[in-house]
């Protein structure tokens, strides 16, 4: 799409270069932004000019910066790019990188482009990414105008469908992925009501090294609802929390009552996975 308000474009090359002017908007990968009118953007201000790192790693865990596309993600997790660091042995949780790619309603073609940052910031309650690093207790770092930063949570970053805690001016620079949480063992299924629908549940579940279990609950409920449990529940216990879950929502590609149940049935499904691969 032509987005007829914009008069400006330019590339941010340092942190400084980063204060937006009335009418200016942060641009990475731009598949939402240039999906649909911006009647109140008048410029667009390039992140990926800033040579971020795409992918790091190291003993604490993985970094990915905010202009990673999901393709270069992708293709780190599966050893297909030589260019980045290898996926330590051990990481055996990144398998759930191709599930939530997959669960993205997007074509390679977007994967190309768009970002794992710009995935969260707009922040609708289908995105893979979001379920991605809540399952694995992941945190963002935001940098503030004011040259300032902050860490926190994916889970508490996104705080509904579409909104997100970023106020004007402020930048997501990168998500970290602790090594335990890469080290557990770890699934992601979905649900549609199409096909090859935006997903309208997405369920992770884990358990980490020290027995400990998590299942987070993305797609089915407006912000990201997570579980924690001092080992695997048993499938009742299970199948009590999610049902106790407040936050499940009705939108055309899903009633509530049908994201919780088919949440439960999802997260049964890991459990049964989980427990059988102990």
């Not at 008069?7 to 270069?17: G, V």
């Not at 999906?35 to 971020?52: A, I, N």
């Not at 994967?111 to 289908?126: I, K, S």
């Not at 379920?131 to 963002?140: E, P, R």
């Amino acid at each position: 799409m032509d987005i007829t308000t914009i008069t400006s474009f330019r590339a941010a090359r340092t942190r400084t270069e980063l204060a937006l002017a009335p009418g200016e908007a942060f641009i990475a990968g731009g598949t939402w932004l240039m999906s649909e009118p911006q009647p109140d953007t008048t410029g667009f201000v390039d992140l990926t000019t800033l040579g971020w790192p795409e992918i790091e790693v190291d003993a604490d865990g993985l970094r990915i910066g905010a202009t990673c596309t999901i393709a270069r993600l992708l293709a780190w997790s599966e050893g297909r790019a030589p260019d980045l660091p290898a996926v330590p042995a051990d990481w055996r949780a990144t398998a759930m990188i191709p599930d939530a790619a997959n669960a993205l309603l997007a074509s390679f073609k977007i994967w190309n482009t768009a970002t794992v940052g710009g995935n969260l910031c707009r922040t609708f309650a289908a995105g893979a990414m979001i379920s991605f690093a809540a399952g694995l207790d992941g945190s963002v770092l935001v940098w503030t105008p004011d040259g300032g930063e902050y860490r926190m949570p994916v889970a508490e970053f996104a705080t509904g469908n579409g909104t997100n805690v970023l106020r004007p001016g402020e930048v997501l620079r990168r998500i970290d992925i602790p090594a335990h949480a890469l080290r557990s063992r770890a699934r992601l299924q979905k649900i549609a009501l199409a096909e090859l629908g935006r997903s309208g549940a997405v369920v992770t579940g884990r358990v980490d090294a020290d027995d400990t279990a998590t299942f987070v609950l993305t797609a089915a409920t407006a912000a990201p609802t997570v579980l924690r449990f001092p080992q695997l529940p048993d499938a009742a216990t299970l199948a009590a929390s999610i049902d106790a879950v407040t936050g499940y929502y009705t939108d055309p590609l899903g009633a509530a009552d049908w994201r919780r149940a088919v949440s439960g049935e999802l997260a049964a499904r890991i459990r049964a996975e989980l427990e059988a691969s102990a």
